[in-house]
């Protein structure tokens, strides 16, 4: 077993320092979250650019994993790309690109569809910077990918938002702190739309009855409505769907209990 916090993550390299084995290495390195000197050093060796943008997708392979590897790097040296990491972890493969050339997102994604299970989550991440930027790309990938069957419908590629209370469930800090900095906060706002945020939360509390939000806050019902409206403009999130209602539920919820004191 690998001690992925400690000094020989480097010492694999002992005699087996050819191109795979320092890419393997590296990849292994982001998917436990590394991201130091060590890991920079790697990236160096590998002749990534000082500053890039980069992205992540993953899936289960259609067939078999090595077969799926093989055509996520075809795919990105047909589109003139030479900076991609791409592994195994638990049952997915995950590719890390970076964006050069005509190597994008969505053109990626698309070129790859059929090397993944179509039975599966695909997933595609957002678009990071850098080294740090690389390993969250990566571990977003893999904590949507576990979180993907609480999904009833899968979107496909499934992006980041779409499962941002399931990721959040799984343990994930980095979904929990969107979930506050993005959506609580931004709920909260500076206190000018008190009203508002109240309206979004007892709205939740009664199971989205206009009704009784109305009757406990004791406006008119079309008062909610506009505040319910305001508040979707706002945040991007609409409490009257039931999807949007339930990110937000989380997100009060964790709100909630990071602001307790």
Known sequence: MVDWSNNDVLDL??????????????????????????VQSLMNILQWPSSYRCFALGGTPKEHAQSTEQA??????DFGGTHALVGATDSFVILLACEESAVRPEMVCTSVLDSFSSTHALYLSSERENLEGAALAIHETMYSLQAAPALQTLPRPLRGDDVLPERALLGDEVAREELYVNVYCVLQ????????FETV??????GGSLEATAKELNVHPNTVRYRLKRTAETSGWDATDPRDAYVLTTALAIGRMRNRS
């Open 13 to 38: 390299l002992s005699g087996h320092s050819d191109d795979a084995n320092i890419e393997r290495i590296a990849f292994e390195c982001l998917v436990h979250g590394l991201t130091d000197s060590r």
């Open 189 to 196: 706002g500076d206190g000018s739309d008190a009203a508002n």
């Open 72 to 77: 996520l790097h075809q795919v990105i040296h």
């Open 201 to 206: 939360s007892t709205f939740l509390h009664h």
